[in-house]
């Protein structure tokens, strides 16, 4: 749990499993609740723990795009019924679920 269990860690992997490669400003728009600072600090942990790929390209301004790593495909099942859980919790409070 310490692994995946960030503050934004889950849906991190969630946008990566549903969207496949994306780069950091693309993160940010599919989580705008997480700071830079956070979503930056979260995404070097899921790297330094060998769950996501970061490329950096050498250009101007610089591009940064991330994936998950064949260990990170590894918890595509684990993500999912987490996810399907909570539609369901959410579904039997009766709250509506934003982002289907």
Not at 8 to 20: A, D, E, M, P, R
Not at 53 to 77: A, R, W
């Amino acid at each position: 749990m310490d692994i995946i269990g960030g503050k934004y860690k889950v849906i991190i992997l969630w946008h990566l499993i549903k969207n496949g490669t994306l780069r950091f400003s693309e993160i940010q728009r599919l989580i705008p609740q997480a700071t830079p600072k956070m979503l930056s600090s979260q995404l070097k942990e899921l790297e330094a723990n060998g769950i996501i790929n970061k490329v950096l390209y050498p250009v101007v301004p610089p591009k940064t795009e991330y994936s998950l790593s064949e260990l990170g495909e590894t918890l595509i099942p684990v993500i999912t019924s987490i996810r399907e859980w909570g539609v369901m919790y959410f579904e039997r409070a009766g709250v509506e679920i934003p982002h289907r």
